[in-house]
């Protein structure tokens, strides 16, 4: 069985991997600052649910417009130059007395370079990574962006307490910066992995391509909608207990890591098929609790025993990658990174409309039961589609290269 230390001795894995963390980092402590900001200016749970979540929506338009660049862009530059545009634009929602209307135009240009850079770096990792260590090696990363969140979430609410919200922005910009640079430094000089010229048309046409196949789109749903409606029950953080919503994303952010790492240490190949599902509708269980308005005890204990729900998605994107040929991996993982974050803003606008006209906790209570149920339809089509003896795999989209794992030419 793969070891953590073998990652870290895979050249180029460190520094992908900080520069993964510090964009994190970044996302936790701006997202706090700002969704603060905006609701202490509005007093509105959907514009603070748009902050936090908004720029995933712009994802959608992204992973219908850009991702073909996933595969044809030099990585190291591609990473590089997103962080960068990134500690810019942070920046920019700094300035005092930014309109709203401003806030929210840099953030829908955050989501369009954020879907081609999820595309580029998920691609890189299954470039990186032999394909029997790629399940460990996305557990690692999920586990830095937990740990990551908590630190974030937590330094955050400092930032906000002691200084301001705008000071929290400040910090993320600069966690911005720091991932820039340790992508052009740390990174070699890799090629595309595909050739051809990026286009909305070419995008389109991948799309259509990976949209074929009745198990990737079960695949693909199980991995956008559940999560992203969970997601919305978590936007509501803010206005539900603002006193205690940093502590609240700290206790998920630390449910995501111990669910990480026993799905991507301790489950056994075997039985991966069998709880990848169960362990999805334990994702959203929990917060049908918020309908009776618990205490803070018990409002933190549900939200951390949901988020272990969250290393069923290290188990779903195992089997995506069953299913797809390499030269679309950084393509197929763009869209599901896309889709994934367009589906929480959606749910975050959702959550924000049902608090707005009746309550956070019947936000939260409402889009947990919607997840459960579409956790069991997903569940059911999965053994409806196994015991019609389908097995579905690359082929069926293109033919895979030869060679998995460090392929350096296009």
């Not at 997202?31 to 994802?59: I, N």
């Not at 700290?250 to 169960?278: I, K, N, Q």
């Not at 367009?342 to 959702?350: M, R």
Request: aromatic letters at 6%; glycine letters at 12%; one cysteine or more.
């Amino acid at each position: 069985m793969p070891r953590y230390r073998t990652l870290f001795r895979t050249p180029e894995f460190t520094p992908l991997f900080l520069a993964g963390s510090a964009q994190t980092a970044a996302q936790t402590v701006v997202g706090l600052g700002l969704a603060t900001l905006v609701f202490r200016a509005t007093g509105s749970p959907l514009l603070s649910a748009l902050a936090l979540f908004g720029p995933s929506l712009a994802q959608l338009v992204g992973a219908t417009t850009l991702l073909s660049a996933a595969d044809r862009l030099p990585p190291r530059a591609a990473l590089s130059g997103v962080a960068l545009f990134f500690a810019l634009a942070t920046g920019v929602l700094a300035i005092p007395g930014l309109p709203a209307w401003a806030v929210f135009a840099v953030l829908l240009a955050e989501g369009l370079a954020a879907s081609l850079g999820g595309g580029v770096r998920h691609g890189l990792l299954n470039e990186i990574l032999p394909r029997e260590e790629y399940l460990l090696g996305r557990s690692v990363t999920n586990m830095a962006a937990g740990v990551c969140q908590i630190g974030g979430f937590a330094t955050g609410g400092l930032l906000v307490a002691l200084l301001s919200p705008r000071g929290a922005v400040l910090a993320g910009a600069g966690l911005y910066l720091a991932a820039a640079v340790a992508a052009r430094l740390g990174l070699g000089a890799r090629p595309p992995r595909a050739a051809g010229r990026a286009s909305v048309a070419e995008t389109w046409r991948s799309n259509a391509l990976l949209w074929s196949s009745p198990a990737r789109r079960r695949t693909y749903l199980a991995l956008w909608v559940p999560n992203g409606l969970v997601v919305g029950c978590e936007s509501l953080f803010v206005p539900y207990a603002p006193e205690r919503a940093g502590l609240l994303f700290a206790c998920g952010a630390f449910g995501m890591l111990a669910g990480d790492t026993a799905v991507g240490r301790f489950v056994p190949a075997r039985l991966r098929g069998r709880v990848r599902f169960p362990l999805q509708a334990l994702l959203a269980a929990p917060f049908l609790l918020f309908v009776l308005d618990p205490g803070p005890p018990l409002a933190v204990a549900a939200v951390t025993v949901s988020a272990v729900g969250y290393g069923a998605s290290l188990l779903h994107q195992e089997r995506l990658m069953e299913l797809v040929p390499e030269e679309l991996s950084g393509h197929a993982l763009g869209l599901h990174s896309s889709g994934m974050l367009a589906l929480q803003g959606v749910s975050a606008v959702l959550a924000g409309t049902l608090a707005q006209y009746t309550s956070p906790r019947t936000g939260m209570a409402v889009l947990a039961a919607a997840s459960l149920a579409v956790t069991f339809c997903l569940a059911r089509a999965e053994r409806a589609g196994r015991g019609a003896g389908s097995t579905e795999g690359p082929s069926s989209a293109a033919r895979p290269s030869p060679r998995r794992g460090r392929r350096r030419t296009a």
